[in-house]
């Protein structure tokens, strides 16, 4: 059977930073055709490659923020994170470490460069991506997982020296420990030198893979190197991927939810109606308090 193509390989983008502690490449929705459409239910991917920090005595990072029908995965590759939010939940997102928040109805948090990391400084390089929710689901309780490297489900390559780490989904019939609301799988590919791994999910899923780490071939044609972003065509299941060097792939591919997206900044919902409540619901207050 023949692989799913390989629609593009994306350079990142000129980076910029949210508030003062994260220095992103914007890859969804970026360059085309990149949209929240076309990558349904990934709807932003910001991806800071790794960048060093000096010390700082003031942790930096992004102030109090809303959001609202959607949920934010952070992954950490280098550094750590500390959250806090409006509805008592906090913690510490370390070094090989998922946070999967569902905001839905909505939270306030912010998001910080954990002290002692900042006191140290040092390197730091981190994904963060938004999973849309369907419209029965955007206004359920907000909750946290907190998964952490050794609750992710490690499957080792067949005839290779790497693994798979399942973060959510599966990866054939291996689980990942994180609950979604709708199909979604992601996982790192941590791969050594020559190791080749074959994936295969449904064709009509979204699919897309960034190199974290090392350098790639796709389909055993197509070179991706360190920070590029891989789209495939939504044309068959299976592709592969060969690493030319040490190297760690974030894979994603999600069930598109085929409903209507209106977004603004922190907010993501089906109409301009319900956009407009979450700006009154944050207004009064609806989505609780944060210092
Ligand atoms: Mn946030």
Do not use: C
């Not at 960048?51 to 700082?56: E, H, M, N, R």
């Not at 930096?60 to 959250?83: L, M, Q, W």
């Not at 849309?132 to 206004?139: C, G």
């Amino acid at each position: 059977m023949a692989n799913r193509s390989v629609n593009n390989v994306f350079a990142p983008a000129p980076p910029h930073f949210v508030g003062d502690g994260f220095r992103v490449h914007n890859f969804i929705p970026g360059f085309a055709p990149l949209s929240m459409k076309r990558m349904d239910p990934f709807i932003m991917l910001d991806y800071n490659s790794t960048f060093y920090f000096p010390p700082s005595p003031v942790p930096r990072g992004v102030d109090v923020h809303p959001h609202r029908g959607f949920e934010t995965v952070t992954i950490a590759y280098k550094g750590s994170v500390a959250h806090n939010d409006s509805k008592g939940g906090s913690g510490v997102i370390n070094e090989g470490d998922v946070q999967w928040m569902t905001a839905a109805s909505g939270v306030l948090h912010k998001e910080y460069h954990e002290k002692e990391f900042s006191k140290k400084g040092g390197d730091f390089q981190m994904v963060q991506l938004w999973v849309n929710l369907l419209a029965k689901d955007k206004m359920s309780p907000p909750k946290y997982q907190a998964i952490t490297a050794s609750k992710m489900t490690h499957v080792p390559i067949k005839n290779g020296k790497g693994f798979i780490e399942v973060i959510a989904g599966a990866y054939h019939e291996h689980k990942g420990p994180a609950f979604t609301f709708t199909p979604v799988n992601l996982m790192n590919a941590k791969l050594k030198k020559g190791d080749k791994v074959d994936f295969s999910f449904p064709a009509h899923y979204n699919t897309a893979l960034l190199v974290i780490e090392g350098e790639v071939t796709v389909n055993d044609t197509r070179n991706a190197a360190t920070d590029h972003f891989v789209l495939f065509d939504n044309d068959a299941d299976a592709f592969s991927i060969e690493a030319k060097e040490d190297a760690i792939v974030l894979i994603m591919s999600g069930e598109p939810l085929n409903e209507p997206i209106a977004s603004h900044g922190p907010f993501v919902m089906n109409t301009r109606e319900e956009l407009q409540q979450a700006f009154v619901d944050f207004q009064n207050g609806a989505f609780g308090s944060l210092n």
